[in-house]
């Protein structure tokens, strides 16, 4: 009877802790991606910015290649050293290359320049 009792609590303490690893698993999935991912068109011309979660950045203005640094903090992000190509482009906006830093509303991205002016956005 003692052995009965004592594999049916490893099998339930078992079963319970199984449980609950696969809701922390779940919870970790579930967990808003924040500004991580891919902000902007893979378009030709179009802007874009890839943020990865160690904090790096690459992207385009819509014709020179960017690459960098970002972080967040109280919903701001700040984009750190940023380098770009600084090729010539005829008829395409090259705004991206003034960002300084950007809030997230939803699912779009208001970029803004160093004078803190919304200089503009990207759509997720």
């Known amino acids: 009877m003692i052995r009965r009792l004592r594999r049916r609590n490893l099998l339930v303490a078992g079963a319970a802790a199984a449980g609950l690893a696969a809701a922390f ?22 802007p874009q910015l890839v943020l990865e979660a160690n904090g790096s950045l690459n992207g385009t203005d819509g014709c020179n290649r960017l690459t960098g640094s970002w972080s967040e903090k109280g919903g701001t992000i700040t984009f750190g050293q940023v380098a770009s190509t600084r090729m010539a482009c005829v008829g395409v906006d090259t705004w991206l290359i003034d960002l300084a830093t950007a809030r997230v509303d939803g699912s779009t991205m208001h970029v803004h320049n160093a004078a803190g002016k919304e200089i503009g956005t990207l759509g997720r």
């Open 25 to 46: 698993a779940l919870a970790g999935c579930a967990a808003a991606p924040g500004p991580v991912g891919t902000w902007g068109s893979s378009a030709e011309g179009k």
